[in-house]
């Protein structure tokens, strides 16, 4: 089955912790996105990344750190730096050039 | 970034149509529109997009104002599992290969058994 996977669903860690998030897509797509989103919220860019080797920020990427080293992979650490850390992480891929985005089930951390 | 307004909230009986309204006054003459729904606890997925002319797909059909300041999506027989935020989004587009799409609140529809 072609598609995008997010793992954990659920993840917890202390405050001061670096966590990583993973995300993975089997659908060939060259652009991969990450967003969070908070309660009762829309979703806002944290990084995006449209071929291997290389991505740009979003609106909200203090905190925040990505790589792209394969097609496949886009791996979302969010640094002791970032203040507010609990939310649900959304990754979602897409073909270069078309707004159509696939999206993962999400992982919802939550930092004590 | 061409904003849109959407109602918070909308409830509708199962079975029965449903139009969604967004307001995009400041919309350029090469965004296009689109939709996306997200069930609760899950990532959005996509519904259906348009430029100018109408459309339709399986899951639902795109209303475009003539001015294209606003649209409304329509969900012709709503089940009970259509209820879910649903965003409806005009294009960023940054230059270059940078597609982007800005979520906001959304709507929130209810269907009533």
């Known amino acids: 089955d072609g598609g995008i996977t997010q793992s954990p669903k659920y993840l917890f860690r202390k405050e001061g912790q670096n966590v990583t998030l993973s995300c993975e897509q089997n659908?060939?797509?060259?652009?991969m996105y990450w967003y969070r989103q908070d309660p009762g919220q829309g979703l806002r860019l944290i990084y995006y990344?449209?071929?291997?080797?290389?991505?740009q920020k979003g609106d909200i990427a203090e905190g925040y750190s990505v790589s792209r080293e394969k097609k496949e992979s886009f791996p979302l650490t969010v640094t002791s730096a970032q203040k507010n850390p609990t939310a649900f992480y959304l990754c979602?891929?897409?073909?270069?050039?078309?707004?159509?985005?696939?999206f993962g089930p999400g992982t919802r951390l939550t930092v004590t | 970034d061409a904003k849109t307004t959407q109602p918070n909230s909308m409830e509708s009986n199962e079975e029965e149509p449903v139009h969604l309204p967004c307001n995009h006054s400041?919309?350029?003459?090469?965004?296009?529109i689109h939709w996306y729904r997200q069930l609760p606890s899950q990532g959005p997925e996509y519904v259906i997009h348009?430029?100018?002319s109408n459309v339709n797909n399986r899951m639902a059909s795109l209303a475009i104002a003539e001015d294209r300041k606003s649209s409304t999506l329509i969900l012709h027989r709503a089940t009970l599992r259509d209820a879910a935020v649903y965003y409806c989004?005009?294009?960023?587009?940054?230059?270059?290969?940078?597609?982007?799409?800005?979520f906001g609140k959304g709507t929130l529809l209810t269907v009533n058994p």
């Open positions: 979602a891929s897409g073909t270069s050039g078309s707004y159509e985005q696939y």
């Open positions: 659908l060939n797509h060259d652009a």
């Open positions: 990344s449209q071929i291997v080797n290389d991505f």
């Open positions: 400041t919309i350029s003459g090469t965004d296009y």
């Open positions: 348009g430029l100018t």
């Open positions: 989004i005009l294009d960023s587009y940054s230059g270059g290969s940078n597609y982007k799409l800005t």
